[in-house]
């Protein structure tokens, strides 16, 4: 079965109206005041801010620099201090969504088309080996915008090594185990989830190097396409044909019929 960025789309509106929600591109359809125009263009940028793990060390120091550098309004949310339907309502206008690695980013699904989502990554951790947000981001469709940072500096990281094994924790492992990871500079491949080396890393609570951060991200907002391109590009994108048949059925030595059937696509009737 394939899935579009239109069928994600499509149940992010359907689990926000049943949470009363009302997002930003609802409301251009429907209409509004200038006023209403005036407070729609008012763009803002979102920081996900965690208070238990994966900590970024400067939030302040990182917020400070994205309002300077895109001069807008940047605010934060924390779904361990907010309920889910008011982070999704904050997020379901932003222009921009930032965030350390983990769970959470899988709010972007709810971002209007245009926006950014800028993934971070602790030290040691490659971003090309973790593409589950950048994934979603760059499905056809979803029109979103994606942008990964990553910590290459040890001296920018804390580690928790006596912390519990879920939560990073190396305490419990073999000596010449804990030496290894302790001198690796890249977490190796591996399977999801329980690897100790992977928990060790992602855990890490990241001091954001801010002028590589923000490089980063000028450089990344270069190729960001524009509105009306993506406007003029967002196609609608069915899924495959189903139990496609062909019959033949030999008629006369000088006669042949072919049939063809098949089911439509299961999103055909959605779109």
């Keep these: 079965m394939l899935v579009s960025g239109n069928e994600i789309r ?25 006023e209403d125009d005036k407070e729609k263009k008012a763009e803002y940028i979102v920081v996900f801010s965690r208070s238990a793990t994966r900590l970024i060390v ?4 990182l917020i400070m620099a994205l309002a300077q550098e895109f001069q807008m309004r940047v605010v934060t949310v924390s779904l361990e201090e907010q309920s889910f339907p008011g982070v999704i309502q904050v997020i379901s206008g932003a222009s921009m969504l930032v965030s350390m690695h983990g769970a959470q980013l899988i709010t972007s699904l709810f971002l209007p088309r245009g926006a950014a989502v800028v993934e971070l990554f602790p030290f040691a951790v490659n971003p090309e080996q ?15 915008h994606y942008i990964s940072w990553r910590n ?44 100790p080396e992977w928990l060790y890393r992602i855990y890490q609570d990241t001091l954001v190097d801010i002028p590589s951060f923000v490089e980063v991200l000028k450089e990344g907002m270069k190729t960001k396409p524009s509105m ?44």
Excluded at 13 to 21: H, P, S, T
Excluded at 130 to 144: E, F, I, N, S, V
């Design 10 to 34: 499509q149940f992010a509106r359907a689990l926000m109206e049943k949470m009363n929600i009302t997002s930003g591109e609802e409301m251009e359809k429907d209409g509004g005041s200038a």
């Design 58 to 61: 400067n939030e302040a120091e």
């Design 130 to 144: 973790y593409t589950p947000y950048k994934t979603l981001a760059t499905l056809p469709g979803m029109d979103l």
């Design 152 to 195: 290459t500096k040890e001296e920018n990281t804390i580690t928790h090594p006596d912390r519990p094994w879920e939560q990073g924790g190396i305490a419990h492992l073999e000596t010449e185990e804990r030496e290894r990871i302790l001198a690796s500079k890249d977490v190796p491949r591996h399977l999801c989830c329980r690897n």
């Design 228 to 271: 009306k391109k993506l406007k003029s590009t967002s196609t609608v994108h069915p899924g495959r044909v189903r139990e496609a048949q062909c019959q033949t059925l030999v008629q006369t030595p000088n006669e042949a019929k072919l049939t063809v059937s098949w089911q439509i696509p299961w999103n055909l009737k959605y779109l």
